[in-house]
């Protein structure tokens, strides 16, 4: 009868032992599929992050090449300003540079 009582006792044991095995077994299993989730999710959040930022760049590249392509015609319309400046400054010395150089050049000094 004790024998019996031992056999029964161990049984419980083993049952409980098994049960708990199951218990950590789920626990892990569910820990497991948590964190598989919250990866998923932060790789998504990334994800957008990145797609957020990108968009945000390419504007900035828009906006800049945008403006750009207006400094490059004011600075093309500021030159041929200032082309035509000293154009208009060389022709009005033109004569006075020109004289004054056949004068040195014809001057003989003794």
Do not use: P, W
Not at 49 to 67: K, T, V
Not at 81 to 94: R, W
Not at 98 to 106: A, C, E, S, W, Y
């Amino acid at each position: 009868m004790e024998s019996m009582k031992a056999q029964g006792g161990i049984q419980l044991l083993l049952n409980a032992e098994q049960e708990a095995q199951s218990i950590i077994s789920d626990a892990k299993n569910l820990k497991m599929a948590r964190l598989k989730q919250a990866k998923e999710e932060a790789a998504r959040e990334v994800e957008s992050y990145r797609s957020q930022l990108e968009a945000e760049y390419q504007r900035n590249i828009s906006e800049s090449s945008g403006s750009s392509g207006l400094n490059v015609k004011r600075l093309e319309e500021e030159t041929e300003a200032k082309i035509n400046n000293l154009k208009e400054s060389s022709s009005a010395v033109s004569k006075d540079i020109t004289n004054m150089l056949i004068k040195h050049v014809t001057t003989v000094k003794v």
